[in-house]
């Protein structure tokens, strides 16, 4: 025999009060745990009906309505997609697992700033501090933050508090909502920069850069090539003594590292050297401090080079006297006369030093005159082949700025000069070289001039360049400190080298490509535009329609009015100088360049920042 057995629903009371009747009222509950918050809705139903129900086997129009097996309580499985209520799903799924409750910020006491990185500097209570908390936390990339609040906490207690709220959908069209508290320790961490002012500059490695030249263009160069890669980020000090620069570090890798990078940039000559400091005999450790000697090579650009005769057979039976364009990681010479190309190579530049007669162009160039200038038709096929840059070869009239006496030699700079420019070269005629007689024999054959680049005349005084070149904190050496007689001499050719330094980088775009170019908005005020010729011309005289420069700037704001404000002033005028770094392209291609590497949520939480009203702080 089968026995059915219906179990009677509960008898409904009038009493509020029951238990039995409160469970089949229509009524919304607002479940609260140390998890989060879930609302749900019951839909009312009879004892009558839901027995009537379930015989049939029809539905009530809200859904059915099921017991949940840890509490008993009655719900619509339609609203949780679920057999469990909304407070045992709150109770049993937690949405903040895998998100970071605990951190802690680096803060350093003297300079009152936050290890992000960089080091930046935020108020007590701020949106900033709010922003750089919640980079800190790792895992919020999995769920929605709908809000979150800085808890107050006393100022000695070392302790920062938020409180997120987050969203994340749990089942199939169930969105559960909690708030959890997130407590970051702040720990006292002592910035670089405070380093270097509270401790004994005592070092452990240095790097010296040294050139034997009488300019210092190529330093004021490699200071812009090492503040773009950041290779000086770890240096502690960094001093000027004569012909050259001194990098300290801490550590060895440190200055291996800046050693590896200059290598890479330039061909340099390196000695190393060590010197022992202390010694324990007991543990067999010794401290040492490292020395590294770079030596750059003598030859510039623009620099008349006149190589032996072994390396004149060497590359094919070129001319001995040849003119560097280029300097990289090897040496650029060409032949002005046949226009033909010679790469030196590092070592084959060191292991021939002694042998190479060098005249630089800051006392031995001359001006001269362009009269006229036809392309030079009988180039062989060859030195075409030979020649894969920009030169062209030419015969040129020029006449001597000095007493105007007029020669006809032959040029590399055939695309490049016209009738009626000026041009920097080499006089023969007024050259003082050493007595020698192999060099006597090697200049008896050349001709009377050689030129090596276009002159673009004077600057005028009161122009203004809109850009500017960030520079290196460098200190004095104990040697110049010493030397009071000659220093204005000095600082006035310092002035004077960096002062080329900026022209070519202005009508170069081989430098300025290389190097960063940041926005100077002081100078915006007095800019002088005038009108000029219709077709820009390059550093070396091409036409050019489009320029790209990378400005930097940190307030993205001011940058865009100086922007905008300089192009109506552009938009009255038709052209620019043809000699300066024009204006109107440098913000055609204008970028604002951030260094600051982000992380995985950095995005979603600078638009949550930037959408906040008002900053809570609870209490």
Not at 178 to 187: G, I, K, P, S, Y
Not at 386 to 409: E, G, M
Not at 430 to 435: C, G, H, K, P
Request: hydrophobic share 30%.
């Amino acid at each position: 025999f089968f026995f059915l057995m219906i179990r009677r629903p509960p008898r409904s009371t009038q009493s509020r009060s029951s238990a039995a009747s409160d469970v089949y009222k229509r009524q919304v509950v607002s479940t609260q745990s140390t998890w989060g918050y879930q609302e749900m809705e019951v839909i009312e139903q009879t004892p009558n009906s839901v027995s009537k129900s379930f015989l049939e086997g029809q539905h009530p129009v809200g859904g059915l309505s099921i017991l949940c097996p840890l509490c008993g309580v009655a719900f619509s499985a339609a609203q949780t997609g679920s057999n469990i209520c909304t407070k045992c799903l709150s109770g049993t799924v937690d949405i903040t697992s895998g998100i970071t409750k605990q951190g802690i910020l680096n803060w350093c006491r003297n300079c009152k700033r936050y290890m992000r990185p960089p080091w930046v500097h935020c108020e007590p209570e701020s949106k900033e501090l709010l922003a750089l908390c919640l980079k800190k936390i790792k895992g919020l990339n999995r769920v929605k933050l709908l809000d979150a609040a800085l808890v107050w906490t006393e100022p000695h207690s070392r302790r920062i508090k938020l409180r997120l709220k987050v969203q994340k959908e749990v089942q199939t069209k169930t969105l559960l909502e909690q708030q959890f508290l997130v407590e970051f320790t702040v720990h006292y961490t002592q910035c670089d920069d405070c380093k270097k002012d509270y401790t004994p500059h005592t070092w452990g490695a240095v790097v010296q850069i040294r050139q034997k030249v009488n300019h210092k263009k190529t330093f004021y160069f490699l200071e812009q090539l090492i503040l773009k890669h950041n290779a000086h980020d770890k240096v502690l000090n960094v001093k000027e003594v004569n012909g050259g620069l001194d990098f300290f570090f801490k550590n060895k890798s440190h200055a291996m590292r800046l050693t590896d990078f200059l290598q890479s940039v330039v061909p340099v000559k390196i000695k190393t050297a060590k010197q022992l400091i202390s010694q324990d005999f007991k543990n067999n450790v010794c401290n040492y401090k490292y020395t590294y000697s770079l030596e750059l090579p003598k030859i510039c650009k623009d620099d008349l080079v006149i190589i032996p005769q072994k390396l004149a057979k060497q590359f094919g039976g070129t001319s001995m006297i040849l003119l560097c364009y280029k300097v990289t990681t090897v040496i650029h010479l060409i032949d002005p006369i046949t226009c033909k190309n010679v790469d030196i190579s590092q070592t084959l530049y060191f292991q021939h030093e002694t042998d190479y007669y060098i005249i630089p162009p800051k006392q031995n160039a001359k001006e001269f005159q362009v009269l006229s200038i036809e392309s030079d038709s009988k180039t062989s096929l060859n030195a075409s082949f030979s020649n894969p840059t920009k030169y062209k070869l030419a015969d040129v009239q020029v006449a001597r700025v000095s007493d105007w006496s007029t020669i006809y030699i032959k040029t590399h700079l055939g695309n490049i000069l016209k009738e009626g420019d000026s041009a920097l070269g080499y006089d023969f005629m007024s050259l003082q070289l050493r007595d020698d007689e192999d060099l006597s024999k090697q200049l008896k054959h050349a001709q009377d001039a050689i030129l090596y680049r276009k002159h673009y005349g004077e600057k005028k005084k009161n122009s203004r360049r809109v850009w500017k070149l960030k520079r290196m904190d460098i200190e004095d050496g104990e040697e110049d400190k010493k030397k009071k007689k000659g220093k204005k001499i000095e600082e006035e050719d310092d002035e004077q080298d960096y002062e080329e330094f900026l022209d070519d980088v202005e009508r170069n775009p081989e430098v300025w490509k290389n190097i960063d170019v940041y926005w100077d908005g002081t100078s915006t005020e007095k800019l002088p535009i005038e009108k000029k010729k219709e077709e820009g011309k390059d550093a070396e005289g091409t036409t050019s329609k489009r320029r790209v420069v990378v400005v930097k700037r940190d307030d993205e704001q001011k940058a865009e009015a100086a922007k905008q404000e300089l192009i109506q002033k552009l938009q009255e005028q038709e052209h620019l100088d043809e000699d300066e770094l024009r204006l109107q392209e440098m913000l055609n291609d204008l970028k604002i360049a951030d260094d600051d590497p982000g992380n995985e949520n950095e995005d979603v939480i600078e638009q949550f920042i930037k959408g906040m009203d008002n900053l809570k702080i609870e209490k």
